[in-house]
């Protein structure tokens, strides 16, 4: 699967499986959890540009709290 699809997938979802989370140290493991449950085999490389693509989007669809804590 494309990275580009992953990223959309994730951020489909990401109400449902980030549920709660405010903090981007917590939605960036859940996040990643995701990933390795389901794209076990994408390379880490792959991995940690799809989970800066999906923290940059989920920032600007205002999914955080402002000052919510973690760094960027």
């Known amino acids: ?8 997938e994730i951020c ?8 709660g989370v405010t903090k981007r140290d917590e939605a960036r493991a ?7 449950i389901h794209h076990l085999k994408l390379p880490h490389d792959e ?6 693509e999906v ?3 989920l920032e600007h669809e ?3 709290e402002p000052d919510a804590g973690g760094e960027d």
């Open 62 to 64: 205002k999914f955080f």
């Open 1 to 8: 699967m494309e990275p580009k699809s992953i990223v959309s």
């Open 30 to 36: 859940g996040i990643a959890e995701w990933l390795t």
């Open 12 to 19: 489909r979802n990401a109400d449902e499986f980030l549920a």
């Open 55 to 57: 923290m940059n989007t």
């Open 47 to 52: 991995k940690k540009i799809i989970i800066r």
